[in-house]
């Protein structure tokens, strides 16, 4: 079947550690997302990839970087520079750039800060 | 820039109960509107979307028509069931201008807790 993997489903880690959500796809979708929801906040974009090499910041990308060296694959560094890291992480992808296009969402990480 | 206004939750109704959600927003451009459902504990599911104006998006009971004129796209359902409890999200996709180039950009809303009794 065809879809979006994020593991680990929980993380914890102490003040000061790196840590790393990984997002694999298997739909062959060009764009890939991270976002990041908070209780009563909606989803708030992180990065963005629209192609394999290239990223772009979304709207809270202090304290977070990404990679994307493969199409299937967009894992999010969560920094020591992050001061509010604890929240839960969603990643989602879509076929292209058309607005038509609804972006296929991962189940999620939950990232707990000790 | 773009949003979206959705009511505010909880929304709690027995099965069986009509149900709607409001969802207004605001554009710059032409968006794409959606509705994605969201279970416990789980990601973001599509529910529903429409490109265009008057276009009326519908799945599992659930309907909402793009309406240009008062910039809505209300969700409802004429029978809920205590299996529709979970969050809804409004959602818009709309050209979004970058330093890196353009790409069509999803807002949400917060989302509207629903929770349908026996």
């Known amino acids: 079947d065809g879809g979006i993997t994020q593991s680990p489903k929980y993380l914890f880690r102490k003040e000061g550690q790196n840590v790393t959500l990984s997002c694999e796809q298997n739909l062959n979708h060009d764009a890939m997302y991270w976002y990041r929801q908070d209780p009563g906040q909606g989803l708030r974009l992180i990065y963005y990839?629209?192609?394999?090499?290239?990223?772009q910041k979304g709207d809270i990308a202090e304290g977070y970087s990404v990679s994307r060296e493969k199409k299937e694959s967009f894992p999010l560094t969560v920094t020591s520079a992050q001061k509010n890291p604890t929240a839960f992480y969603l990643c989602?992808?879509?076929?292209?750039?058309?607005?038509?296009?609804?972006?296929?969402f991962g189940p999620g990480t939950r990232l707990t800060v000790l | 820039g773009d949003s979206v206004t959705q009511m505010e939750g909880p929304v709690t109704l027995s099965e069986e109960a009509f149900l709607t959600i409001n969802c207004t927003y605001t554009a710059t451009g032409y968006p794409s509107l959606f509705w994605y459902v969201q279970y416990p504990g789980e990601g973001l599911q599509l529910l529903l979307k429409?490109?265009?104006?008057?276009d009326k998006g519908s799945n599992k009971g659930f309907e909402a028509t793009y309406r240009k004129e008062t910039t809505s796209f209300h969700l409802e359902k004429g029978s809920v069931q205590v299996s529709d409890s979970a969050v809804y999200f409004c959602a818009l996709s709309d050209l979004s201008h970058r330093s890196g180039g353009s790409n069509y950009k999803l807002t949400f809303g917060k989302g509207t807790l629903l929770t349908v009794n026996p």
């Open positions: 990839s629209q192609i394999v090499n290239d990223f």
């Open positions: 989602a992808s879509t076929l292209d750039r058309s607005s038509y296009n609804e972006q296929f």
């Open positions: 429409a490109t265009k104006a008057d």
